[in-house]
C-alpha cells in the first residue's frame, strides 16, 4: 500500500513562491510516476505534471509550465513542487499522486494541502 503526505501549503501573495513536499511511503518515488495534481472551488481536479520513476524526466501542463517545477529525492522518499511566479488561478487544493507504470491511471492519493495566492 502506498502512503502519500503532502505538506508546504499556504497563503501567499501573486507572484511569490511555494514549495509543496509529498512524503511518500518507502520506495514509492523510485517505483512509480508521481503526479501532482490541483482542484480549484467548484471545478474539477487537474492535472499539474509528473515526474518519471526511472529517471527525474517531468512533465507539465500548459498553465503551470516555465513557472512550476516537480523533483524527487529518492532517498528521502519526497516529491516537491516548486511553485514560482504565482498568480491567483493557482489558487486550489493540491494533490500528491502515484501510479505503477504498468497502469494507465493514478491509484495513491495523499490528502491535500491548500494553496491560496492573493492578488
Known amino acids: 500500500q502506498v502512503h502519500l503526505v503532502e505538506s508546504g501549503g499556504g497563503l501567499v501573495q501573486s507572484g511569490g513562491s511555494l514549495r509543496l513536499s509529498c512524503a511518500a511511503s518507502?520506495?514509492?518515488?523510485?517505483?512509480?510516476?508521481m503526479g501532482w495534481f490541483r482542484q480549484a472551488p467548484g471545478k474539477e481536479r487537474d492535472f499539474v505534471g509528473q515526474?518519471?520513476?526511472?529517471?527525474?524526466?517531468?512533465y507539465y501542463e500548459e498553465p503551470v509550465k516555465g513557472r512550476f517545477t516537480i523533483s524527487k529525492n529518492v532517498a528521502a522518499d519526497t516529491v516537491y513542487l516548486h511553485m514560482n511566479r504565482l498568480k491567483p488561478e493557482d489558487t486550489a487544493v493540491y494533490y500528491c499522486?502515484?501510479?505503477?507504470?504498468?497502469?494507465?491511471?493514478?491509484?495513491?492519493w495523499g490528502q491535500g494541502t491548500q494553496v491560496t495566492v492573493s492578488s
Open positions: 518507502e520506495r514509492t518515488t523510485s517505483t512509480y510516476y
Open positions: 515526474i518519471n520513476w526511472n529517471n527525474d524526466n517531468t
Open positions: 499522486a502515484a501510479r505503477h507504470p504498468l497502469k494507465s491511471r493514478y491509484e495513491y
